[in-house]
């Protein structure tokens, strides 16, 4: 007996003496949800490296146990993916290819370069290049294992506003919005298993959103925000199981959106916000707005936390909305930048604006309440942080830096 229990503490020791990873867009459950504590302000928040002069890139870093991954695109011609040692950030390996496009005058100021934040399975990097291009490369060495041409594979017209749709996997594939439609691709050989929802949306179709699992009404499913509607999307066959036409200004349907018991959250450019019911009848599925109200959510997909959706709207204020009611319980007086990216932890929000500037809330549904902020970047941070155990990664347009709370 004594011999068992000494093998279970030295397996739970070890289990436990394992890194918190981020292995894909917004970590490790895709809600922006991770375990804590956290500390009540950024006071002993500290920089541990930094590895500056990369090319500018919107894709969020991806962390494995020993490495981390981030993508740049080099003058204005090519996308490189590069694998940094996760205690030192020294370079381990590099790939690229060549990518490049000019996205629509209106959206210029944005930039031109890659923005899709890539995958990871543990053994394969899912890297989505501007060009509707999915790559998968060995997580060690680097190599590239296949590609995917979404523009010579399904006869499409190059995206306008470049590959946005930041991959999804599971044990049999990888799920994305590319080429016109939502596809499943196969993880071993990169051949499409199945293609569905094609997208007339304005622009060229060129979808933004992406996909995320869920379970509503009883039914296992892929939840796809297209420019045009909102749908729940069988993961084996790719039938559709339901759907609703999300109105929005130029098919912006930007936000992930975000399942919530048997209800759907999302918040559109020019639209509205609200909340979709999933019902099922005889194993037919239907969606109907459980309410809605006019708001308009921007790019910043929400947290949830205790049945309450936090974000930051297209009028630059942070908002809490109760899920249940329908209503917003505050507005933030203060203005911010054009985009966060959030992550919770129990009662704690990290919110890292674009103008690089990192804030501490509380998740409060009562009031707006800042508990610390803290400048970490000169350049702007359209990247998605990562928040892994006292880690957090922040790529900025010029390089990328770990920070670690003491």
């Known amino acids: 007996m004594r011999i068992i229990l000494t093998l279970a503490l030295i397996a739970t020791c070890t289990a436990a003496a394992e890194p918190a990873t981020w292995h894909q867009w917004r970590g490790p459950t895709r809600d922006g949800v991770v375990a804590g504590p956290w500390p009540d302000d950024l006071k002993k ?19 494995a146990a020993g490495r981390v991954f981030t993508t740049q695109t080099v003058e204005k011609k090519t996308e490189v993916v590069t694998a940094h040692d996760r205690a030192t950030g020294q370079e381990l390996w590099t790939a690229k290819w060549d990518g490049t496009l ?12 890659i923005r899709a934040t890539p995958a990871y399975d543990g053994a394969t990097l899912y890297v989505g290049g501007i060009r509707d291009l999915l790559v998968a490369l060995d997580g060690a060495t680097g190599r590239e294992k296949w590609r995917l041409d979404f523009v010579k594979e399904l006869a499409a017209a190059p995206p306008d506003f470049g590959f946005v749709s930041s991959p999804l996997v599971d044990e049999t594939g990888v799920y994305v919005q590319a080429g016109g439609y939502f596809v499943k691709v196969d993880k071993a050989t990169g051949k499409i298993l199945w293609k569905t929802l094609k997208d007339g949306g304005g622009m060229m179709g060129s979808a933004f ?5 869920a379970t509503l009404a009883g039914q296992d499913q892929v939840l796809v925000q297209t420019r045009t509607k909102l749908a729940g999307v069988n993961r084996g066959d790719g039938a559709e199981l339901w759907s ?3 109105p929005s200004f130029r098919g912006m349907n930007i936000l992930t959106p975000m399942p919530h018991d048997d209800g759907v959250f999302t918040s559109t450019y020019g639209g509205t916000t609200r909340l979709l019911k999933i019902t099922s009848a005889g194993g037919t ?19 949830v936390v205790d049945g309450h959706a936090y974000f930051l709207g297209k009028d630059r204020r942070f908002v809490c909305v109760d899920l249940k009611t329908g209503k917003d319980t505050w507005r ?8 966060w990216s959030l992550v919770a932890s129990g ?6 604006d674009a103008r690089g500037t990192l804030y501490l809330l509380k998740a409060n549904p009562k009031e707006f309440t800042l508990l610390d902020q803290r400048k970490v970047a000169e350049t702007e941070t359209w990247a998605h942080l990562a928040v892994c155990g006292g880690e957090v990664c922040i790529r900025d347009l010029d390089g990328l830096t770990l920070f670690r709370w003491k």
């Open 102 to 113: 000019s996205v629509p005058f209106f959206a210029a100021k944005n930039g031109s370069w």
């Open 285 to 303: 599925l239907t969606a109907a707005d459980a309410w809605s109200f006019k708001y308009e959510g921007n790019m910043t997909t929400p947290v």
């Open 45 to 63: 928040f500290e920089q541990i490296w930094r590895v500056g002069k990369l090319g500018p890139s919107y894709s969020g870093p991806i962390v």
């Open 347 to 352: 009662d704690k929000l990290l919110a890292l």
């Open 244 to 246: 609703k036409e999300i």
């Open 332 to 339: 933030s007086e203060t203005r911010f930048g054009e985009y």
């Open 209 to 213: 959103s992406s996909p995320i699992f």
